[in-house]
């Protein structure tokens, strides 16, 4: 039997890898922006997050391909993956949202 991931460790983990990213590959107003949107991004990953957690596996695929590109030092390669990373997380929360409903209008 699968045992299901930990939802908490998971969050913990993808909002530190973020968090860590974003500030060496941004300037400083694509930065504030993008940390003016944490908050309401925190929300809809605690309503959402439960139904999308089965897919951690994809999202840790997406952070990996992010990293080895960083670490190749290969900056095309880099933004091709973190497009992709984001094109997942809006893909699976939009069908996660059209599954559950929306939950409130922030």
Do not use: K, N
């Amino acid at each position: 039997t699968r045992r299901p991931p930990d939802l908490v460790a998971g969050l913990r983990h993808h909002a530190r890898f973020h968090a860590a990213c974003i500030p060496p590959a941004t300037g400083p107003r694509l930065r504030a922006e993008f940390f003016a949107l944490v908050p309401q991004v925190s929300r809809y990953e605690r309503a959402y997050s439960a139904a999308t957690i089965y897919a951690i596996d994809q999202f840790a695929r997406a952070h990996e391909a992010i990293a080895a590109a960083i670490g190749a030092g290969d900056a095309d390669a880099a933004e091709h993956a973190v497009a992709a990373d984001w094109r997942l997380a809006a893909d699976r929360y939009s069908e996660t949202v059209d599954m559950l409903g929306e939950r409130g209008s922030w």
